[in-house]
């Protein structure tokens, strides 16, 4: 039988983690399936907002702090790991709440995306095309062929841009395997966040006032000493790459800042119009006091396959 799955989506800094938790603890058995693609990465938690323990409640967590940032997971390889997770939680009898804001990591866990090999040559110019005008013209090159693929990756990610191109030219086809009606791996439930523009802007302004609090750039100048701070992932990561210029002096902490909040915001963006266009999401108001409840009749209301 097909494991069945409730889903809670949304952008970051809407309040996911939380109603995650919130909903684990009222079903009899329940854990969470991350999938963001970076609290997967031990050393990182403060810039990712990755679950403290105290957060988590006691509900298991999956699908974080997995990797070393220098470990450069594929798409293709979380896709595995968190489905692995999932098949597990379902096989004790518990329900998967899988979590996300990274929509083509959703999409991959939970819809029949499928990655094809690589290929050295195509790959070998590509990497090179990167390190000639960078990743920013890499990422408009990759929106004019495929925009759905330019809406889920950052335009600072080269490594996933050049992925992304790379399958383009291997199979003739879009990155994202864009359906009309795509198909489930899972027997889901989606409940998405939805939340105002104003009140998400403040909220990310908010939460990243709290990782300066927290000592994120204690946690980046760590990164650094340990010889991690160039790799593609913490490079490539929001608030880790501007905190790596103001500790190298190109620019202040005050501006790393407010560089941070800004890019979250664009990111932020990027995500709710990923979700908005998913008619199989079933919305609900970010700060509804009656949000639990709302979540457990959208997952009672279904029926298993």
Same mark, same amino acid.
């Given at each position: ?27 009899? *058995? ?18 990712? *907002? ?6 988590? *409640? ?32 379902? *096989? ?214």
């Amino acid at each position: 039988m097909t494991p069945r799955v409730l889903a809670v989506v949304g952008p970051t800094a809407s309040g996911k983690s939380a109603l995650a938790v919130a909903i684990a603890r009222r079903l009899p *058995a329940a854990e969470v399936v991350g999938t963001d693609s970076m609290q997967v990465y031990r050393g990182m938690d403060i810039g990712t *907002a990755t679950p403290s323990a105290q957060e988590q *409640a006691g509900i298991a967590h999956h699908l974080i702090d997995v990797w070393e940032p220098d470990h450069a997971v594929t798409v293709a390889e979380f896709q595995a790991s968190a489905r692995s997770a999932i098949d597990g939680v379902a *096989a004790r009898g518990a329900v998967p709440i899988v979590v996300g804001g990274s929509g083509l990591y959703v999409s991959a866990v939970l819809d029949d995306l499928r990655f094809p090999g690589t290929d050295a040559i195509v790959r070998q110019r590509l990497e090179a095309d990167l390190a000639d005008v960078g990743p920013e013209r890499m990422h408009e090159r990759l929106a004019a062929v495929d925009p759905d693929a330019a809406e889920a990756i950052l335009p600072t990610n080269g490594r996933r841009i050049v992925r992304a191109l790379e399958v383009i030219e291997l199979t003739g086809g879009p990155f994202v395997a864009r359906l009309p009606v795509p198909i489930d791996v899972y027997d889901t439930v989606r409940i998405g966040l939805d939340i105002p523009r104003d009140d998400l802007d403040e909220r990310i302004a908010q939460r990243v006032d709290r990782m300066w609090t927290d000592g994120f750039v204690e946690e980046v100048r760590r990164l650094e000493e340990s010889g991690l701070s160039s790799t593609p992932t913490a490079a490539r990561a929001l608030g880790y790459a501007q905190v790596l210029d103001a500790l190298a002096g190109r620019i202040t902490e005050d501006e790393a800042r407010q560089l941070t909040v800004d890019a979250t915001r664009r990111f932020a963006r990027r995500q709710q119009r990923w979700f908005r266009r998913d008619p199989r999401i079933a919305w609900i108001r970010y700060d509804s006091p009656e949000a639990v409840d709302e979540a457990l009749a959208a997952w009672g209301s279904e029926t298993s396959t």
